[in-house]
T-cell receptor
Framework: GNSVTQMEGPVTLSEEAFLTINCTYTATGYPSLFWYVQYPGEGLQLLLK?????DKGSNKGFEATYRKETTSFHLEKGSVQVSDSAVYFC?????????????FGQGTRLTINP | ETGVTQTPRHLVMGMTNKKSLKCEQH?????MYWYKQSAKKPLELMFV???????ENNSVPSRFSPECPNSSHLFLHLHTLQPEDSALYLC?????????????FGPGTRLTVL
């Protein structure tokens, strides 16, 4: 079946630290891969995506590379800020009955201290 | 307004009440989704509508009843809920048929069942 496994949280870092949140997936076919972010009290926002192997998605200093050989899509940022504190969700898309479905990981809560 | 909007943002109801959640998308999409987000659990896909037809119902109890009167609006009718139904209910939309399969989320309705 299709599933996404994320790094267990919570993760706490100091400002300007390097961030990695691991994500691995199991899927039939060739899914698209996503990172969504949820700030406190809000819904999910698309952070970045990649649609095929070796694609790199990037946004707001975050990046992730679609690695088919390791079935991974790890999220990285070189220097985090307090404003990056949020919950991060890795997801893959699969075609359902007439519409695509997103399968989410459990989420990783990130806290950045000043 | 732009994007995906949801009303109300917060709702408290008793187990015998009947209420409805509303979602509206202003993106010209043709597919809409309801998700449930509970504490410490991955996001659960509840219903999918594509071209105003329900294409997926993930074993959701009948006390949840979706309605999609047109491609821009989606409702979730609630009746005789249980306390364990307390959660954040998220609506999303996407454009089916394109290579880009991104779902865009609303801010959610925080539901508390007493």
């Amino acid at each position: 079946g299709n599933s996404v496994t994320q790094m267990e949280g919570p993760v706490t870092l100091s400002e300007e630290a390097f961030l990695t949140i691991n994500c691995t997936y199991t899927a039939t076919g060739y899914p698209s891969l996503f990172w969504y972010v949820q700030y406190p009290g809000e819904g999910l926002q698309l952070l970045l995506k990649a649609t095929k192997a070796d694609d790199k998605g990037s946004n707001k200093g975050f990046e992730a590379t679609y690695r088919k050989e390791t079935t991974s899509f790890h999220l990285e940022k070189g220097s985090v800020q307090v404003s990056d504190s949020a919950v991060y969700f890795c997801a893959l898309s699969v075609k359902g009955q007439g519409a695509q479905k997103l399968v989410f990981g459990q989420g990783t809560r990130l806290t950045i201290n000043p | 307004e732009t994007g995906v909007t949801q009303t109300p943002r917060h709702l408290v109801m008793g187990m015998t009440n009947k209420k409805s959640l509303k979602c509206e998308q202003h993106l010209g999409h043709n597919a809409m989704y309801w998700y449930k987000q509970s504490a410490k659990k991955p996001l659960e896909l509840m219903f999918v509508y594509s071209l105003e037809e329900r294409v997926e119902n993930n074993s959701v109890p009948s006390r949840f009843s979706p309605e999609c009167p047109n491609s821009s609006h989606l409702f979730l009718h609630l009746h005789t809920l249980q306390p364990e139904d307390s959660a954040l209910y998220l609506c999303a939309s996407s454009q089916e048929g394109l290579t880009s399969d991104t779902q865009y989320f609303g801010p959610g309705t925080r539901l508390t069942v007493l």
